[in-house]
């Protein structure tokens, strides 16, 4: 085993075979037992999606949704309603819903083929850094992965949509830097700041492009011109998409509007949490997520110490473990740690298992005297069949409410859906709701307009220095629209008040609805046992969580399974304390 020079083995003409066992019929047989697990994944994926289709909405949901059906309406994001998030997630759920139609079907259709592209994604991602038979099990784990309750897999949240252009983006930025093509990084620029318009979560992933844009003018030692004629033109196109959105919100007058609430007010809610609070909402978030799937983050760390120690992994290893940084880096702002925020780690996650369960099979297979392709397979199945089994009620069995009540166990978000529905039925088209609580998907339910702005009333309630007025704005636009019908959501997930929050608005809706006279009470109960309730019948519900008014002097509404108008609930519900 002499060197190359000319002398033993090796021989003057380069190296002579060499009698050592060869991988690639292995990887060959790997490849294709990887690619049928893909298949059969997203096929199983696909059909618990389908199945799903009709769960209810949760807020975030009903904000999106609601904002899409102004939007659709011919109104700009900030003009009668605001929220701290940038409006890309808005205009996607426009698009959805202009052509699948304003249901819940539609939504969470439209969530499929998300995921199904982010899916691709990371196949096509995976084959570019790492090899084919480890990109088809990486999509396949992201395809579980994202469908993890504890991930909130079922909802449409903003972090879906962040992935799709943010991966587009990534894969766009390789082949930019390879090629040397300025249009291409341009392009990667302007998917990866549609990204941050989703959510601005996505301006990690911005981080990470010109980080990845540094390390490889480095790596080339190119010199100072490239890098700056490449971070302009990354840059260009990163601010792009932000530019044109500020324009169109300047020209319809709200630029202010949007400033404050994206700008101004986020800044004031990333600052609010503590670092115990951060730290237990992490552990609670994070730990959750893990438990539910530990076989596939377990793979994860196997995978991620395979591309650490293996020479073969060497090129794409600095763009991996930056990856997978800045993926964690998106999960932070503002150290909330809510259990979808971390579909964002998901893709850089589901590359790491991707190799660690191909590694998984290369160990195992001669340890049980098995081909790995089998090993591979089995492994999967029996992970696959564990996890459906643990998870059979919520995946087949469970209605959609039923897997609401599941997922949000202190959540009434089918409850809510009912309210909507109700409303929808008893109000003219040109009525208003005022929803006091933070309900906003009562509007998309019901087809009907917000008295208020004020979508939420969980920024009444922070502590931040806006509070207060908020409070008396959202007072007095309510006043001022005068809505025939308003409902008041007392329960304590609507409001999440702080021990130091402002009450005023308590005490301003108890006198607001003076002028009003509730026609329904829903009374919420476990287990599917809430219920509508009129008249006097609902003095003996404890407590009652959501009352819907009618202005005095309007016609009467009856409820479903009411006896006639409704009457008796002449004082406001006890306050949320």
Not at 62 to 88: T, V
Request: charged letters at 20%; a positive charge; hydrophobic letters at 50%.
């Amino acid at each position: 085993m002499l060197g190359r020079g000319g002398r033993g083995p090796d021989g003057p003409h380069g190296p002579a075979p060499r009698l050592t066992y060869s991988r690639k019929p292995v990887l060959s047989s790997l490849s294709r037992a990887a690619h049928l697990a893909l298949a059969l994944t997203l096929l199983g994926v696909v059909g618990v999606r389908l199945h799903r289709l009709d769960v209810p909405f949760e807020r975030d949901e009903g904000e999106f949704a609601y904002m899409a059906q102004l939007i659709l309406q011919g109104e700009a994001p900030f003009e009668s309603a605001y929220n701290m998030k940038l409006p890309g997630t808005y205009y996607a759920y426009a698009a959805i819903l202009a052509l699948g139609g304003e249901s819940t079907e539609a939504v969470h259709a439209g969530l499929l083929a998300l995921n199904l592209a982010a899916a691709a994604l990371v196949y096509a991602l995976g084959r570019r850094l790492l090899g084919p038979a480890e990109a088809a099990l990486a999509a396949a784990a992201y395809a579980l992965l994202s469908l993890e309750p504890t991930v909130l897999g079922f909802f449409a949240h903003a972090t879906h949509f962040v992935v799709v252009p943010a991966l587009a983006g990534l894969l766009l930025l390789l082949a930019g830097l390879d090629a040397r093509r300025p249009g291409v990084l341009f392009a990667a620029g302007v998917l990866l700041g549609a990204g941050v318009l989703m959510k601005q979560h996505g301006i990690a992933f911005v981080a990470l492009a010109f980080a990845t844009l540094l390390a490889r003018v480095a790596a080339e030692r190119a010199g100072w011109r490239p890098l700056v004629s490449g971070g302009l033109t990354l840059g260009l196109g990163t601010a792009l998409p932000y530019a044109l959105l500020c324009l169109h919100l300047l020209q319809r007058g709200v630029f202010d509007t949007f400033w404050h609430w994206t700008v101004v007010y986020a800044r004031e809610y990333v600052s609010a949490v503590s670092p115990g609070g951060a730290i237990y909402a992490l552990w609670l978030s994070f730990g959750s997520i893990v438990l539910s799937s530990w076989p596939l983050w377990l793979a994860a760390v196997l995978g991620a110490w395979e591309v650490a120690r293996r020479e073969e992994r060497r090129r794409s290893r600095a763009f991996l473990a930056a990856f997978g940084l800045f993926s964690a880096l998106a999960v932070t702002p503002g150290f909330y740690f809510r259990p979808h925020y971390f579909v964002l780690l998901l893709p850089a996650a589901s590359l790491f298992c991707g190799v660690g369960l191909l590694r998984a099979a290369e160990l195992l297979a001669p340890r049980l005297r098995a081909p790995a392709a089998a090993v591979l397979l089995a492994g999967l199945a029996a992970m696959l069949g564990a996890g459906a089994l643990r998870r059979a009620p919520e995946l087949f069995s469970y209605t959609a409410d039923q897997t609401s009540h599941a997922v949000y166990q202190q959540e009434f978000f089918p409850e809510i859906r009912e309210v909507g529905l109700f409303l929808r039925e008893r109000a003219d088209p040109e009525d208003a709701i005022a929803v006091i609580g933070s309900e906003p998907q009562i509007y998309f339910y019901a087809r009907r307009r917000s008295a208020s702005g004020y979508l939420y009333t969980y920024p009444l309630m922070e502590p931040q220095p806006f509070a207060s007025e908020m409070q008396r704005r959202m007072a007095a636009e309510v006043e001022r629209a005068e809505p025939r019908f308003a409902v008041f959501v007392n329960h304590g997930s609507s409001w999440s008040p702080w021990p130091n929050s402002d009450r005023y608005v308590f005490a301003w809706a108890e006198g607001f609805l003076e002028d009003y006279r509730p026609i329904a009470c829903y009374a919420l109960r476990r287990e599917g046992r809430s219920r509508f309730v009129l008249g006097e019948a609902w003095r003996g519900i404890r407590p009652p969580r959501i009352v819907v008014y009618e202005r005095r002097g309007e016609e009467p509404v009856d409820a479903p399974g009411s006896h006639g108008p409704g009457r008796g609930l002449d004082s406001l519900p006890p306050a949320v304390k």
